[in-house]
């Protein structure tokens, strides 16, 4: 089920509870597959932040007081530890979820409460990717979910990836208010190969952002290679030839789908993307069924909210999910961009629990 603002929260020490039962199990990332990208032994690992209040989307208001909304510019990076030439980046943009501590959704918060940590909820995944040679940017959207909803708020999403993006370049010529602390960096984003993953009403963000449409908004020298939301909001497609769908279609960038057979609509939703895009698409995407998967455990913020429409003995536990879904996002970034042949065959036949469709490009 989709977030929403009315649910109430498990209560923190249920929380707690969950969180050292978690700690007390080692993550084992996946096997190197034959022919799969060179692997490193571990990640270095850089949060950064300019401020609850740094960045502002035009037009994009505050929920409560009808007014531009404030929104952070805070990520986390993982990167290789040492790094020696131009790296893929890969982009991850977390969904709706409460703003602050204490299940408030104003911002900034209030004097007490501590804004929420979603952006670090995959962390499980940013780890493997960078295990194969990726630098992962998870961002921070916790002014965002306090504003608008709907197209708004999905346009003020991509606009917020777009403006780490450039900062990200700025860092990577030894520019810009993150040159320092991103040092390590310099020189060594390949920017020309980026990957987006959103999740939940991210995945709505980061579709809108790679749509044909838009794809001006791009930042200079940026060019999307693989674009993949996971269980995404719907957005109420009726006809796909309709204006509006055009905010959404892509066209022109792989993409795959992904939802869980556990998650409520979320199969309908992923047909929803696959419905905007069917018969007009130009490269193959993707449309895949995770069998036990539900919405909060993609996140390992909200997964003591173990919110599922399917009896126990159907649901995968969280470590199972997640491990799902870096077997699979994994090769799909590794086969669209790095060409690696050996992730083809999970891409496109998926694996025991992951059923995929794909879609064959139109001439």
């Given at each position: ?46 949060e950064y932040t300019l401020g609850d209040t ?310």
């Amino acid at each position: 089920m989709n977030f929403d603002r009315t649910r109430t929260l498990a209560p923190a020490t249920k929380v707690l509870v969950v969180l050292a039962a978690l700690m007390a199990v080692p993550f084992t990332t996946m096997a190197a597959e034959p022919g799969s990208a060179s692997r490193t032994d571990s990640a270095a690992r850089i949060e950064y932040t300019l401020g609850d209040t740094a960045f502002t989307v035009p037009g994009f208001l505050d929920a409560e007081r009808e007014k531009t909304a404030q929104i952070e510019l805070t990520a986390v990076v993982h990167h290789p530890p040492a790094m020696s030439g131009p790296r893929p980046v890969v982009m991850l943009a977390h969904g709706l979820w409460y703003s602050c501590a204490g299940e408030t959704m104003g911002w900034p918060c209030p004097a007490g409460s501590q804004p929420t940590r979603s952006y670090t909820g995959y962390d499980y995944l940013a780890k493997e990717l960078t295990e194969q040679g990726f630098v992962v940017v998870s961002v921070s959207v916790n002014g965002i979910n306090a504003g608008e909803l709907g197209p708004p708020a999905d346009m003020a999403r991509a606009a917020l990836v777009n403006r780490h993006l450039e900062m990200l370049r700025e860092a990577n010529d030894g520019k810009g208010p993150l040159a320092t602390q991103l040092r390590a960096l310099r020189g060594n984003l390949d920017l020309a190969n980026v990957g987006l993953m959103g999740h939940s009403r991210g995945g709505r963000g980061v579709v809108w952002q790679a749509a044909d449409t838009h794809a001006a908004d791009l930042p200079r020298g940026v060019r999307l290679r693989a674009v993949l939301p996971l269980a995404p909001a719907d957005y109420h497609v009726s006809d796909p030839d309709s204006p509006e769908h055009l905010d959404y279609r892509i066209t022109q960038v792989p993409f795959a789908v992904i939802a869980g057979d556990c998650d409520g609509g979320a199969a309908m939703n992923r047909r929803t993307f696959a419905k905007n895009a069917d018969g007009r698409n130009k490269v193959p995407f993707y449309e895949v069924d995770f069998s036990g998967a539900n919405h909060n455990f993609f996140n390992s913020e909200w997964a003591y909210d173990n919110d599922t429409s399917c009896e126990p003995e159907n649901s995968w536990s969280e470590l199972e999910q997640q491990s799902a879904t870096t077997r699979y996002i994994g090769s799909f970034f590794r086969y669209h961009m790095l060409g690696d042949a050996s992730a083809e065959d999970v891409v496109v036949n998926g694996f025991p629990g992951a059923r995929v469709t794909r879609h064959q490009p139109v001439s």
